[in-house]
């Protein structure tokens, strides 16, 4: 399922990411966040998802939420 | 010797950068506040050796695979430039994320030394890390940090580290298994997870945490309110409104009063100095140099309110929830939260704020905002403001803060225009990592503000004094260089050169050459506005200033307008043009910015007139004639804009995933 279908505060792990810009996966990468690894929401505010990965809080928007599949 | 500084954004890098060299670079609790290279000589009293030390310090980056430009600018320089020994600056409360970066940079044959900066934060949270073990795994010196504290940094310690590395001259990578198998069938992405997986069982060996990472923190509770869906935005403009209330309507002014009235007795006491000097000499150093200067100089202390405010609000970790707030509004108008940034960095000064576009991905994005970020005011037309509004709308607080509101308002009406006349309506995903708040440090916001105000005063001695000192002797003498009469000034060189353009802002109420010419020299430099005004209606103190401009309250908000969204000054059109590396965008955004300010002063003064005195004023059909044609070009653009075939979607261009182990791994190989 997409992540921005995902329930707050429940640890999921990445499957899938369908981004369609190959540099935004590699990015993505970068930060930690590619299948296999744990991705957990603390909070949906003004469209947007606050998530940590590997301890550090990111801010995606809706459209990146629901290209992460877990 | 050199030693660069990389990792990734916001871990500290010009902070300790500022720390060990002594120089004043802006920084900020948001990642991207780096977007370029710069250098300083390392301090005497931290240099264990004779030598100069250059330091580098770089825009922050998550890898050596640049997704952004100015993430380029680092992989560029570390892979070219080839440094004697790299400082790896690396936020110890993100530890597992960091030492990715670490990783690639071990590989690189540079000598590292890891900074393990904010390690009181880690202390503060009851976390610790084995820094003996860390840096017996990565096989580089690891020394803790604080690059925020003046004492018991840990910054010498980590000089003389970086000093000993360089010596050593190479680098040994860690052994990751995996790594060189891949490696060899080019598999970068394979590597880069075996890379993981070394850092992942380091920071399994290294990190203790009481704290789980996702449980939610007051930081959380913060954002809660900070980027809440309608409360956020409301509050960001209130925290706006409120900085340039504070530094232009209460305590900026007041400050300012005192500090005009010294500034005027030093001028007297000068004139009093002239009393056997030629009085076209005295005139032109008194009047001509002097009043000018102290005419722009006199605005200090509201700058200097400001840039305390915004350091402070820069600090705090404010700026990245704004972007988040401020996204989903604009992705509705063509652009990214992330421009809200460069927009609020432009209020202060154009140039750094345009510079600061490179954070954004999306290239339309990038230009527009490139572009646009000149419609808010920046430092240098704050006197205008202040001088326009404290001399035709006295006691009135809210001329000056809704020209901020107007900036905002047009932003949003050219990003929507741009979108249309490019025909690009792609979009893009929007990730931010978001900074833990803090309490901004007063200390860094009052050394901001005396670096900031010292360069505006700089600036008034020089650019703005030599300008004052040619508008003086252009309009002191005529073209045969003969002292024009006092009742003859519009003979002098500059009313004769000016003259014509006076002509074409008739209809916009200030078709008088003195405005004229302030206009143009604003072009070089926007606090000339207000210096070349002091100067050509001779005066400095503008406390009677309606009577001494001659023209009404309307004409005088419509001078204001046209000289705040008209083009910006020379240098800051210069960054769009490297920014937006067009000479078509270039082009464009001037004669769009051009459209803007005329069609707006023109709007204002006829329209005001109208309301005041029930009739259009001059120049009302010859300057209506301007405005629909100017109208009718971008209708015409945007109507093509909008046929334009959808682009197909572009196949992702990304670089070639750059592995940077390959090359000295082959060496190593060989």
């Not at chain 1, 301890?55 to 939420?65: F, G, H, Q, T, V």
């Not at chain 2, 009063?257 to 032109?284: I, N, Y």
């Not at chain 2, 572009?371 to 809210?398: D, E, H, Q, R, Y």
């Amino acid at each position: 399922m997409a992540l921005s279908r995902g329930k707050l505060n429940t640890p999921y792990v990445i499957q899938q990411i369908h981004a369609a810009q190959e540099d935004l996966r590699d990015f993505l990468f970068t930060l930690g966040c590619y299948p296999g690894e744990k991705i957990t929401i603390l909070s949906k505010l003004s469209g947007h998802y606050i998530v940590s990965i590997r301890n550090a809080r990111y801010s995606i928007d809706e459209s990146l939420a629901e290209a992460i599949f877990v | 010797m050199r030693m660069a500084l990389a990792g990734n954004p916001n871990s500290g890098k010009t902070t300790l950068f500022n720390a060990i060299t002594g120089r004043i670079e802006p920084v900020g609790n948001w990642p991207g506040v780096t977007v370029e290279k710069k250098e300083g000589h390392l301090l005497d009293r931290l240099n264990p050796t004779s030598e100069d030390i250059l330091a580098v310090d770089l825009p922050g980056a998550y890898s050596l695979s640049p997704y952004t430009s100015e993430e380029s600018v680092t992989r560029d320089f570390i892979r070219n430039e080839h440094p004697d020994v790299l400082i790896n600056v690396v936020d110890a409360t993100s530890l597992s994320r960091s030492l990715f970066l670490t990783t690639q940079l071990l590989e690189l044959g540079i000598p590292v030394v890891v900074a393990l900066n904010k390690s009181d934060r880690t202390a503060r949270k009851g976390d610790t890390i084995r820094i003996d073990l860390l840096s017996k795994r990565l096989g580089c010196p690891v020394i803790e940090t604080v690059a925020t504290k003046a004492r018991h940094n840990g910054l010498p310690r980590l000089v003389e580290a970086a000093v000993e590395a360089a010596r050593r001259g190479t680098q040994a990578a860690p052994v990751i298994d995996g790594i060189r198998e891949v490696a060899a069938q080019d598999m970068a992405q394979q590597a880069d997870r075996a890379r993981f997986e070394f850092v992942r069982s380091i920071v399994e060996d290294v990190e203790r945490r009481t704290t789980s990472p996702d449980q939610l923190t007051r930081q959380d509770r913060w954002d809660r309110v900070l980027a809440h869906k309608w409360l956020g935005p409301l509050l960001f403009v209130g925290v706006i409104w409120f900085i340039f209330w504070v530094s232009q309507s209460t305590v900026g002014p007041w400050l300012a009063d005192t500090f005009v009235g010294w500034l005027e007795a030093f001028q007297e006491w000068v004139r009093g100095f002239m009393a056997d000097v030629h009085p076209l000499v005295a005139s032109l150093l008194v009047d001509g140099i002097l009043g000018g200067v102290i005419a722009v100089v006199g605005f200090l202390p509201l700058i200097m309110v400001m840039f305390f405010l915004m350091a402070l609000f820069e600090d705090c970790g404010y700026m990245a929830r704004v972007a988040v707030v401020m996204d989903r509004h604009f992705k509705k108008i063509g652009l990214s939260g992330r421009s809200v940034i460069p927009m609020v960095l432009g209020t202060a000064c154009a140039i750094p704020g345009i510079m600061a576009t490179r954070t954004i991905k999306n290239e339309r994005q990038r230009r527009t905002t490139a572009m646009l970020t000149p419609f808010m005011p920046c430092g240098a037309k704050l006197p205008i403001i202040a001088l326009f509004a404290g001399a035709f709308f006295p006691g009135n607080v809210w001329i000056g803060p809704s020209m901020y509101l107007l900036g905002i308002v047009l932003i949003i009406g050219s990003a929507v225009l741009v979108r249309r006349i490019t025909g690009d309506t792609s979009r893009s995903h929007f990730i931010m990592e978001l900074p833990e708040y803090r309490i901004p440090s007063v200390r860094r916001a009052a050394v901001s503000m005396l670096s900031r105000g010292r360069a505006f005063v700089v600036k008034a001695g020089t650019v703005i004094l030599v300008c004052n000192a040619v508008v003086h002797i252009l309009q002191t003498f005529d073209w045969r260089f003969r002292v024009v009469a006092e009742d003859a000034v519009h003979t002098s060189i500059l009313a004769s050169v000016a003259g014509p353009v006076a002509w074409l802002l008739i209809p916009l109420g200030f078709g008088i050459w003195q405005f004229a010419a302030a206009a143009i020299t604003g072009f070089i430099a926007k606090e000339n506005v207000v210096g070349t005004l002091a100067v050509t209606f001779g005066i400095a103190n503008f406390i009677d200033v309606e009577a001494a401009f001659a023209i009404g309250s309307v004409a005088a908000l419509s001078y204001l307008v046209f000289n705040l969204f008209s083009p910006p000054c020379f240098a800051a059109i210069g960054a769009i043009r490297a920014e937006v590396d067009s000479t078509r965008w270039t082009l464009g955004a001037v004669a769009f910015q051009l459209a803007v300010g005329y069609t707006l002063a023109f709007l204002t003064y006829q329209g005001g007139t109208l309301l005041t005195l029930g009739r259009v004023g001059d120049g009302f059909v010859g300057g209506l004639v301007a405005v629909l044609v100017m109208a009718g070009i971008l209708a015409i653009l945007a109507a093509k804009g909008g046929r334009k075939p959808l682009p197909e979607p572009v196949a992702p261009q990304a670089a070639p995933h750059v592995a940077p182990h390959v090359a000295p791994q082959k060496e190593a190989g060989a």
